[in-house]
């Protein structure tokens, strides 16, 4: 069996990279971000809809109605960055909205936020609704055949042949399920 010998000159991890050091601030991570590949396309995107949120709650709070900016979510329409996207929680927030367009457009204009329309969508609610299994009463016994099978079993009985195990098996349950 060989054993493994190191000189002082050869270190041992030579193979390996350096861990990154646990020193970095907070600025150094944003920097960071911005200049990767993936994650800095995404971080500028977050930022530009901050920066959009924040400019939609000043201007709607400049038309008193600042109070519904946390229900309505805003986005540039995809493929154009000229149409502002509302998306509501409710048919009368959007309905307020759709009555102010105007005014919040210019306003936003004024802010330095230009665009040339907004489209108001309400967002579907969430489904509360389940489904509950029938309540029946414990114990209760099982009902019997209604009138009309009652009256088809007794059909198909006289017509099978009185030794037919068929004929046996209708009579018992005719016997059994009646009301």
Not at 24 to 45: P, Q, T, V
Not at 61 to 89: C, M, N, P, T, Y
Not at 141 to 155: F, I, R, T
Request: glycine share 6%; charged share 25%.
């Amino acid at each position: 069996m060989k054993s493994l010998s190191l000189s002082p000159a050869t270190p041992f991890f030579m193979n390996f990279a350096r861990k990154p050091s646990r020193n970095h601030s907070a600025h150094d991570w944003m920097e960071y971000l911005r200049e990767s590949h993936g994650l800095g396309g995404i971080l500028a995107k977050t930022e530009d809809l901050a920066q959009l949120k924040a400019k939609l709650l000043l201007a709607l709070e400049r038309l008193d109605i600042g109070h519904l900016s946390s229900k309505i979510e805003a986005g540039w329409r995809s493929g154009a960055q000229d149409e502002l996207f509302l998306l509501v929680s409710s048919a009368s927030i959007g309905t307020r909205l759709q009555q102010i367009l105007p005014s919040l457009i210019s306003e936003l204009g004024k802010i330095g936020l230009h665009c040339k329309a907004i489209k108001v969508k309400v967002k579907p609610a969430a489904m509360d609704w389940e489904v509950k299994p029938r309540q029946s009463p414990k114990n209760a016994p099982p009902k019997g055949l209604n009138e009309v099978a009652k009256k088809s079993w007794q059909d198909l009985l006289e017509k099978l042949p009185p030794d037919s195990d068929l004929r046996r098996a209708v009579e018992h349950l005719l016997q059994n399920k009646s009301k």
